[in-house]
Every structure is written in structure tokens, then in C-alpha cells.
């Protein structure tokens, strides 16, 4: 995995723009931000518990929440899965105390402009005191002093992020190259975001379909002898 510090240094070198450092460290964090937010990768997905209270509603949300997955609960050791609704659709809800009952469905403001605080929703009103666990995607920090950081970025793919970066600083400085290497770069990245769907992560067991059946005595003798 490259550094963020080699990320710039090849990426000037392939765009040919070696006087562009301070723009590349730009782009290689707007990039990653972008990617974030646009995109659930694995490696970003996380988890959070929020103590639900008897009569209260509003929750505070990780300040690097960008959207849910999941979020559910426990009832006597039975999980609890909640579904999400739009802010608005939530706002027009019998939001009172008379709604409290075990929530079944969430809602969340994610905004953070002006200084504003990220919040949880519940509805109904939870009646009972009971901690939810929400899956989420997340927001990871932007890289200080990339040109010089010897941090890795979170993406797991350099090669991908190298070549992006570099067709980032092409569209910048006018390189004639730009649409073929950019067609380059959006095809890689298109392929790590189909391999994130595939099962590499655990092992799978290869199962026994129907047609491998064991009973010997339907098969000719040269199947049950081996001559």
C-alpha cells in the first residue's frame, strides 16, 4: 500500500506536474471524501450502540456518519430490525408522547453545515430503555499534509487511487491525455466496486447438489468396481 506522500509524488510524476503538489494534496483528499460519500465501501461500514431511553426521541449520530445500513434491537433476545424513512416523511408522524411503543422505524439528519449536530430519530417514541446498534457508513478525516504524510489513505486499492489522483491533476493542467487516462482510471475503479460485492472476505463451502447422489446400488457394476 503506497503513502499518501508516494500517492503525491507518482501521481506529479505520470501527470508531468511537478509544480502542482499543493493541488494535489486538494484532490487526493477531496477524492477520498468523494468516494465516502458517494459510494458504501467495505472498509468504511461501522458500527455504533445508542442507549434508546424511555420518552426520549433525539439521539446524537457519530460525527463521521454519512448514511445508514442497518439498526436494530433486541426484545427478549429476538432481534429488532427497523427501517429507515426520509427526514420529511418522519416530520409528518404523530411525533408525541402519545406514540410510544417499541420504534420501528428511524430517521436521521446527517447535516453537519454551520456547525450543526448530526441526529437520530425514532419512531415510535421508544417506551422502554434498550441499547440499538446502526450500521453505518462513514466519513474518515481528510489527510493532513498529504505531500509529507506517511499515512496510508483508507481506500484499499493504491493503484486505483494513484491513477484517479493523476487523472484528477491532468484535468487540471490541460494534458492532452486526459480522456484516455481518465477512461483508464474510471474502468479500474469500476472493477474494485464490483469485486466488493463478491465473497472475499470468508471462506464458502463448496456443497453437494443433488445430481451427486450415493445410491450404489442404481450404478452399473464398472461405476461401483472402478473397472
Do not use: C, H
Not at 443433488?210 to 472402478?226: D, H, M, Q, V
Amino acid at each position: 500500500m503506497l503513502t499518501a506522500a508516494q500517492l503525491i509524488k507518482y501521481a506529479l510524476q505520470i501527470a508531468k506536474a511537478p509544480l502542482f503538489t499543493t493541488q494535489a494534496e486538494d484532490l487526493l483528499n477531496a477524492r477520498l471524501s468523494t468516494i465516502a460519500r458517494r459510494f458504501d465501501i467495505d472498509v468504511l461500514k461501522t458500527f455504533t450502540t445508542i442507549n434508546l431511553q424511555a420518552g426520549v426521541q433525539k439521539y446524537l449520530l457519530p460525527t463521521d456518519y454519512v448514511r445508514g445500513l442497518a439498526a436494530y434491537y433486541y426484545i427478549g433476545g429476538l432481534p429488532q430490525t427497523i427501517s429507515q424513512i426520509d427526514l420529511n416523511d418522519f416530520n409528518q408522524l404523530n411525533v408525541g408522547n402519545l406514540a410510544m411503543s417499541y420504534p420501528t422505524m428511524y430517521a436521521t439528519d446527517p447535516s453537519t453545515a454551520g456547525g450543526q449536530v448530526p441526529y437520530i430519530y425514532f419512531y415510535p417514541m421508544p417506551n422502554v430503555p434498550t441499547p440499538l446498534t446502526l450500521r453505518y457508513a462513514s466519513q474518515p478525516p481528510d489527510i493532513a499534509s498529504p505531500s509529507t504524510s506517511s499515512v496510508v489513505p483508507w481506500f484499499p486499492d493504491s493503484m486505483v487511487l494513484l491513477n484517479l489522483l493523476a487523472a484528477d491533476l491532468m484535468a487540471i493542467t490541460d494534458d492532452t491525455r486526459l480522456g484516455d487516462f481518465s477512461a483508464m482510471a474510471s474502468a479500474q475503479f469500476e472493477a474494485f466496486l464490483k469485486m466488493q460485492g463478491d465473497k472475499e472476505g470468508y471462506a464458502e463451502t463448496v456443497k453437494k447438489g443433488n445430481s451427486f447422489r450415493t445410491n450404489r446400488a442404481k450404478l452399473p457394476p464398472s461405476k461401483i468396481t472402478g473397472f
